[in-house]
Each structure stands twice: as structure tokens, then as C-alpha cells.
């Protein structure tokens, strides 16, 4: 079959399953049917339409794709490394469980109001911003990278359909869309990746060669494994995709809906980093699952290309949604209303397709923004604790700095403690978390005597 064939097959995929979502999103007709998931007789999402949604939500493109590279360079070593992320559901599932039985809080900004002031608020909303803004163009770039060249016309014409036709069917229900979708894509993402897995397996020397591939020490890819565990207690409090789900229905379907997300979204991590260690054992070189992708044939490549439609499409929508949420509902930013939440979704879309046209690192995405969000272990860990109103600024900006220090290549080379390629990334996480925690119990010792 021809290139310009596939291209077209791939094509034929990116609208047709578009369409199909456009045709069966619900319409949402009120603001608790786009900011919240309610369906008919406010009746709230169950634990599996939940799990689903939370899982295909973090089954990013470009977590798989990461996933699918760290295979390729540290064999399963990198894969559970990657899957180690998905800690983040048992640590916020713990935290918000709290939050609503013990706090009261309904959401993340109420308990950061009520603690912590109008100044928390909007740093911490700008924080999910960047993170919702980083969503978009890093998940469509790797859809772009299937159909040409970083840079070619065909690679951003892909970008540019797949989020307009994204932007569509998010548009008919916001979050009652998102989680209706995500349950469908999660019954396909499972299905076809038991495909890609049912080809590649007979086609090397059995699991046994996966499961004992890579180097378990430090720099076989266990420093990113590290990173991984201690950017988890932090990580998912930046990511509205994650915590405004922990909100929408009672706290102990909530509760079970994050633990289940821990083992499915590990499992479905590391099967997804056996395509990187099958390009490994066969000699590829670049994108792991676009290599694999083209050297498995035209069904086989097709259905890869579907997996990473579908990941995508899961996690554009929710960022589409919990962006709308933040600036009708957490920021009252004009009126709550389903026209200005639909409004809101088209100006990120603009604006999270910008950074397509600079070439930016999927890797970076999550590496950089995990670091620089570090300072929110020691608020959402501590939370009952009194302390100083100035507190969450205080520790969040120290996290920021240390991320800021790292992202600019200004951290100094003497303070890297580890061998490997992320020894520098879980030298300054170690350090900055841990200055991150001594900001926040000295301002504790402030706040018994100012507002204990």
C-alpha cells in the first residue's frame, strides 16, 4: 500500500471516529449537565463510568508515547518508571476523600480560599492554567507526528482538524461529553492494545523477554522511577482533569474510583512500554511507536494510529472542560453559564495550539511542570495543619523556584547526586521538595502564634 494511501486510511480514522463522538456527546442544557456530569434526574456518574474516565483521562497520547520511548531506551525499567506516576490517583484519592468528609470542601479552590485567601486562589489557578494550556499542544503533536514531518504542512493540518473536530463534540456537553466519551474509548483503548500486544509478543522471544529487559539501578532508568514517586504526591493537585472528578459524585464511589485507577493505569502504562522494548529487540531508532507503527504493516500501524487518536481525544476533552470549569466556575470569570463555558473552550483551544509552531518537547510537559508544582505536597499533605495565611505562596513559589532553576539550565552541576540521565531532575526534586516542606512547618510555627 502506498504512503499516500495510509495517509489516507488515517485520515478516514481521525474524522470518522470524530464524527461518531460528535454524534452521540449528550447536549448539555444545564450548568450542572457541562461543569459537573450530571445526567438525567441529577443523576451522578457511577464508579465505573468514573474509573473509565479517570484512567483514559491520564492515558495521555504523549504518556503513551513516553511510555513507548522509555521502553525503547531503558526496557521495562522505563515503563514501570513512567507507570509510577499513577501513584498520583492513590495520594489524591486519600486527600480529597479528606478534603469533602472532613474539610466539607466541595472543591479545590473553596478549601484554598477559605485557608489560604484570594492570593492562593489565583496561583494556584495559574498553575492548572499552565498545565491545561501544556494539555493541548502536547497531546496534538503527537497525532501531527503520525500524518508527516514536525513542521510539514500535512503535520499541522492534522493538528489543526483533530482539534477542531475535539473542540466539537466537547462543545455539545463539556464534562457530560468528556465522560460519556471516555468510557467508549477506554473499552477501545483496551481492546486494541490487546491487538498491537497480540502481534508483537509472537514476534520475540515471548513476555519473559520484556518482563526481563533493562537495568534496575540508577541509571538504567530507576532515577526516573524516583522522580516519579516523589512528584506524585504533588503532581495530581495541578491537574483539574484528575481533581474535578474528585467532586462530581459521593466520596466513597469517589474514593474506590481512584484506588482502581492506580493498578489499571499502571498495567495499561507498562503494556504500552512493551512496544518500546519490542523496537529495542528489533533495532529501531526514534519514536518507538511510530517506528513499530510503520514496520508492522497497514492494519497493525492503523490500529496503533487509533490507540493514539483515542488517547488523545480522551485527554483534549477533559482539558477542554476543567479549563471551562476554572474560569466560569472556580474564578466567576463573567457569568457560570453553558455559553460561556463553550465560549472558554474555543480561546484555549486557540491558544493551546499556538505552541505547535515552535516545536516543543513532549517529554518536557510533564517532566518541567511536575517540578515546578512541588510545593503543593507539603499544602494538600498537611492540610488540617494551622499555619499562616501566606503559607501556600511561600512554599509553592520555593517549588516554583527550584523548577524555574532546573528548566533554565542554571542548577549547578555539583548538585547532582546521581548517576543516569534524570539524575539531575531527581537531585533538584529531592532538594526542592524537601526545602519545599522545611517553608511550610516553619510557617506552621508562625501560624500557632498568628492564627492558632
Known amino acids: 500500500m502506498t504512503t499516500q494511501n495510509i495517509t489516507l486510511w488515517q485520515w478516514i480514522l481521525v474524522i470518522a471516529s470524530s464524527l461518531v463522538l460528535i ?8 450548568k450542572s449537565d457541562f461543569f459537573q456530569a450530571t445526567r438525567k434526574d441529577n443523576q451522578k456518574p457511577g464508579l465505573w463510568l468514573l474509573t473509565s474516565s479517570l484512567v483514559i483521562s491520564w492515558i495521555f497520547a504523549k504518556s503513551i508515547t513516553n511510555a513507548a520511548n522509555l521502553g525503547l531506551s531503558y526496557g521495562i525499567v522505563g515503563g514501570v518508571a513512567y507507570a509510577t506516576y499513577y501513584l498520583s490517583f492513590l495520594f489524591a484519592g486519600i486527600i480529597i476523600f479528606k478534603l469533602r468528609v472532613k474539610g466539607g470542601f466541595q472543591s479545590i479552590h ?26 493541548v499542544w502536547s497531546n496534538t503533536i503527537v497525532i ?81 522511577l524516583l522522580v516519579a514517586l516523589i512528584q506524585s504526591i504533588s503532581y495530581p493537585f495541578h491537574d483539574p482533569v484528575m481533581t474535578d472528578r474528585g467532586f462530581i459524585t459521593d466520596p466513597q464511589t469517589m474514593k474506590k474510583a481512584f484506588y482502581w485507577s492506580v493498578p489499571i493505569g499502571f498495567i495499561c ?17 526514534g519514536e518507538a511507536a511510530v517506528e513499530v507503527a510503520q514496520s508492522l504493516g497497514i492494519i497493525s ?23 471551562s470549569k476554572l474560569m466560569a466556575v472556580d474564578l466567576k470569570i463573567g457569568q457560570a453559564s453553558v455559553s460561556s463555558g463553550r465560549l472558554i473552550m474555543v480561546l484555549i483551544a486557540v491558544l493551546g495550539t499556538i505552541p505547535v ?84 512547618i516553619f510557617m506552621k510555627r508562625k501560624g500557632n502564634a498568628l492564627v492558632g
Open 301 to 323: 500501524m492503523l490500529v496503533i494510529n487509533l490507540i493514539m487518536i483515542t488517547s488523545a481525544s480522551s485527554t483534549l476533552d477533559s482539558a477542554f472542560a476543567s479549563f
Open 144 to 224: 501531527g507526528s503520525y500524518f508527516g514531518e514536525v513542521g510539514s504542512k500535512p503535520y499541522y493540518l492534522a493538528i489543526l482538524v483533530f482539534t477542531l473536530l475535539t473542540l466539537l463534540y466537547s462543545l455539545k456537553g463539556g464534562l457530560s461529553s468528556s465522560m460519556l466519551t471516555d468510557t467508549i474509548q477506554m473499552v477501545l483503548f483496551a481492546v486494541l492494545l490487546i491487538v498491537v500486544l497480540g502481534v508483537i509478543l509472537p514476534d520475540s522471544d515471548g513476555i519473559s523477554s520484556y518482563l526481563g529487559s533493562g537495568d534496575w539501578s540508577l541509571s538504567g532508568g530507576v532515577d526516573l
Open 357 to 440: 509552531f515552535f516545536n516543543p518537547t513532549v517529554l518536557s510537559a510533564t517532566t518541567i511542570s511536575g517540578t515546578m508544582v512541588i510545593g503543593l505536597a507539603p499544602v494538600f499533605v498537611f492540610w488540617r495543619w494551622k499555619v499562616h495565611r501566606l503559607a501556600f505562596v511561600l512554599t509553592v513559589l520555593t517549588g516554583m523556584a527550584f523548577g524555574i532553576w532546573f528548566a533554565t539550565g542554571a542548577y549547578p552541576k555539583e548538585w547532582v547526586f546521581f548517576p543516569g540521565s534524570y539524575g539531575d531532575l531527581l537531585s533538584v526534586n529531592l532538594l526542592g521538595t524537601a526545602a519545599c516542606f522545611l517553608v511550610f
Open 110 to 135: 473553596q478549601f484554598l480560599s477559605s485557608k489560604y485567601g484570594r492570593g492562593a486562589v489565583i496561583l494556584f489557578s495559574l498553575l492548572i492554567a499552565f498545565r491545561l494550556f501544556n494539555e
Open 269 to 285: 502504562i507498562v503494556l504500552f512500554s512493551f512496544i518500546g522494548v519490542y523496537a529495542a529487540q528489533k533495532g529501531m531508532e
Open 23 to 30: 454524534a452521540i456527546s449528550p447536549w448539555a442544557k444545564t
